[in-house]
Structures are given as structure tokens and as C-alpha cells.
């Protein structure tokens, strides 16, 4: 099961590194993890996706995590309301005869082409993994170049609302 879990640090030199370590040595496998500085400039936020086998093994990375010494805060925030971006780049082959194909799959999604070149063009599309995904499986027909993706950052939303288990996703 993939859980969300978001870490507010210290932003020093080699924090990020002492937190990637302890989920090697602990042999947890990190899905994506993004990192940035924070509303405050001495802070930094992290958002790791991990896939665990239960809850118990997510709140034990939780609590390893609360021990590091430059870690304020660690939350896991997969059952809450959250909202959750990701920023895919992907080059396509694109002919001029597939073009307006290509253009037809690009505005649904809301992506937007950033480079045009004469056998390809660079699409940048952000949102939910799953919308990701979906635009990518769309595109791989005309052919996938190349593909970079960042990895899934989120926040809980300030008002939590629904029952316990019930999954609240943005809409945009």
C-alpha cells in the first residue's frame, strides 16, 4: 500500500541524505520523494511516497523518522484530505500528420506543450498521479521519447471533512 508522509526539516547540508539512509538501512523502498524549502527559509519540506506492506510498518518509518535530529515534524498524511500535485515533462514523436492528434489528448488533461521541435514536441502536464498516468498510457501510442516526472508532492488540507476512511481528491 502506498502511504504519503511528509517531514518538515531543517534545511542544512546533508539532512536529506540521513533521511534517504535510514530508509536504506531499514531496506524501505521510496516511490518518489520531493524536496523543498518551506514557507520559512531554515526549513525545508519533504514528501516521500513509500509502498509498505501494512499500517504498522508506515508508523514504524514514522516514529524512525521522528528520532533524526533535524526533523521537526513527521506526518503521514494518506488517510487524510490531502491535496497532491506532480509535474510530468514528456517528449513525444510527433509528425507533422500526428500533431493535431497529439493537441486533441493535450487539452482535456489541461497539459500544455513547452518545446516544438521538427519530429517532437515536449508536453509539461501536472496533477494527480493517476491523471499522470492516465495522459502518459494516451501518449505511448505515438511514441515516448523521453519522460521525466517528479514525484508526488502534497499537502492535508486545512479542513478535514468526511467519515474516517473516506478519501477526499481535489478536482483541478
Not at 507533422?96 to 500544455?112: G, K, N
Amino acid at each position: 500500500m502506498k502511504r504519503i508522509i511528509t517531514l518538515t526539516v531543517l534545511n542544512r547540508p546533508g539532512v536529506l541524505n540521513r533521511i534517504t539512509n535510514l530508509f536504506t538501512k531499514r531496506n524501505y523502498n521510496i516511490e518518489s520523494i520531493t524536496v523543498g524549502q518551506s514557507e520559512m527559509e531554515e526549513r525545508a519540506r519533504i514528501t516521500c511516497v513509500v509502498n509498505v506492506e501494512s499500517v504498522q510498518i508506515a508508523e514504524q518509518i514514522t516514529k524512525q523518522l521522528n528520532k533524526q535530529i533535524d526533523v521537526i515534524k513527521v506526518q503521514d498524511i494518506t488517510d487524510q484530505s490531502v491535496v497532491a500535485r506532480e509535474l510530468a515533462l514528456v517528449k513525444v514523436t510527433a509528425t507533422p500528420q500526428s500533431r493535431s492528434e497529439i493537441y486533441s489528448l493535450i487539452e482535456p488533461f489541461r497539459a500544455s506543450v513547452i518545446d516544438i521541435g521538427k519530429e517532437s514536441l515536449v508536453i509539461q502536464i501536472t496533477g494527480e498521479s493517476n491523471k499522470i498516468e492516465a495522459f502518459i498510457e494516451l501518449v505511448k501510442p505515438y511514441g515516448i521519447k523521453e519522460l521525466a516526472r517528479t514525484g508526488t508532492t502534497a499537502f492535508a488540507r486545512s479542513t478535514q471533512m468526511g467519515n474516517q476512511g473516506t478519501k477526499n481528491y481535489s478536482i483541478v
